[in-house]
């Protein structure tokens, strides 16, 4: 803690060293079996960690249905996951994909720190979760009624979900592929994991996408034709779709008829988000203990100093993170969108709101997807539990762009007015803010 005093008590009268963003990219996975992450071992801290502590205890109960959804609606409303959320995916890209396709997508559910899929006559509800700790953490809930039904680890699901697309971390996934009339990927047609830098015209491959977008066009609705043109789709075709029936979808067997617009936005952004904080969690901890190691071989004394290795491990990622979160590379809307659903009205209730009624989840959608440009999940358990070197340094560089301190080209996008109401929002919703905010108002 030494250390970290000499490098943010005076961040007003020295500028510390502003650390280039870093690549996070490739196949690299980090180690997270052992020390300090240790992935797998107890206890659990996740939402579904804590609901299944709940059902053992006879505290909740989740209750079956026999409306072919099993513990679908009773499990969204135990975790407080909002059926408007409900996005359609037609791509073979999950654990059930036997069971997927075209007609018979798979549903996902989400709020900010779980996700939950269902797949009509599916064997399982697959889940994943937000570990403030540790990052995704994955579950199956077994669609058959028991008195107890128990929500099961599935650390199979790493095979996938700890890769160069999660960040090298155990993390989330959304894709946007090419596929089939039969929904299976195309792969040599291109895809990616988009997320909010991600140009409107290259999202949404193998997902459903109910709402309205102008002229702009998405690789949504719509399959490839010619596998021998797997990058040729007619995006007119799955252009502003207000329901999906002329996709050939029935939607009764799902909670809703959407796949809002709106919702596909926000998750897309918040599983890089996702994947972000914890990736930077992992490294902290592991620069941390790769100095402590470094230290005791070289007799020094604990707090003496950091060398430039480990401040770059640390303050490299969390440089990524920052620019992320205040949507520096966000792609521009080219016009207003809108979704089907509640969803958008439910999303911004949810606050928290700063004395003049202003929240960091308000949408734009004129120009881009948030009125003020500065993620939500500063709010989420997972951002709270980063180490203290580590967030320091998110708090110090969010200060030196907001406060109109740092002028850099890389957040020109974030206007004055912009940088003034976020930081006002956020010395009204975070009372856990260095002095330095409050004192710089």
């Known amino acids: 803690m030494k250390t970290l005093l000499l490098l943010f008590a005076s961040t007003a009268a020295v500028k510390p060293q502003v650390y280039q963003p870093a690549d996070l990219g490739g196949s690299y996975v980090m180690e997270f079996e052992r020390g300090p992450i240790n992935y797998s071992q107890p206890p659990d801290r996740d939402p579904i960690a804590r609901l299944q502590a709940k059902i053992d205890a006879g505290e909740k109960r989740l209750a079956w249905s026999t409306d072919g959804r099993g513990y679908l609606r009773s499990l969204l409303e135990a975790l407080a996951v909002p059926v408007s959320s409900q996005s359609l995916v037609f791509s ?4 059930q994909l036997h069971k997927i396709a075209p007609e018979a997508p798979r549903a996902l559910y989400f709020n900010d720190d779980v996700y939950i899929g269902f797949v009509q006559r599916g064997d399982v509800l697959e889940i994943s979760s937000v570990d403030p700790e540790r990052g ?17 680890r599935q650390d199979d699901c790493l095979q996938c979900h700890a890769s160069g697309r999660t960040l090298g971390v155990p993390g989330h996934i959304v894709r946007s592929v090419h596929v089939d009339n039969e929904g299976q990927p195309m792969f040599t047609g291109g895809g990616g994991n988009p997320d909010h830098r991600t140009p409107f015209a290259e999202r949404f491959g193998g997902w459903y996408v109910t709402g309205n977008h102008g002229a702009q066009r998405h690789l949504g609705n719509v399959y490839v034709k010619d596998r021998a043109q797997p990058d040729k789709v007619d995006t007119e075709a799955g252009a502003n779709a207000d329901t999906l029936d002329r996709f050939g979808v029935d939607t009764r067997p799902y909670l809703t008829p959407h796949s809002d617009l709106v919702a596909q936005l926000v998750l897309q952004h918040q599983v890089r988000m996702h994947n972000l904080i914890a990736r930077v969690n992992f490294e902290t901890k ?12 070289l007799g020094k004394q604990p707090g003496g100093g950091w060398t430039d290795s480990t401040k770059r491990r640390i303050f490299g990622p969390a440089e990524t993170l920052v620019r992320y979160m205040l949507f520096a590379d966000e792609a521009p809307l080219r016009g207003p969108v809108s979704g089907t659903s509640p969803f958008s009205g439910e999303f911004a209730q949810l606050g928290p709101r700063d004395r003049r009624g202003r929240s960091l989840r308000e949408f734009d959608l004129q120009r881009r997807l948030f009125k003020y440009p500065t ?5 989420s358990e997972a951002f709270d539990a980063l180490p203290e070197p580590a967030k320091d340094y998110v708090w110090r560089r969010l200060w030196e762009v907001l406060s109109g301190k740092e002028q850099r080209k890389e957040f020109a996008a974030l206007s004055a007015a912009d940088r003034q109401a976020v930081h006002n929002i956020l010395i009204d919703t975070r009372r856990d803010l260095p002095a330095y905010w409050r004192t710089a108002r």
């Open 286 to 297: 592991v620069a941390l203990e790769a100095q402590r190691a470094m230290d005791k071989v």
């Open 136 to 152: 995704g953490m994955f579950y199956t809930l077994e669609q058959r009624p028991v008195e107890k039904p128990r929500i099961r």
């Open 375 to 379: 993620s939500f999940l500063v709010y």
């Open 92 to 95: 073979k890209t999950s654990l």
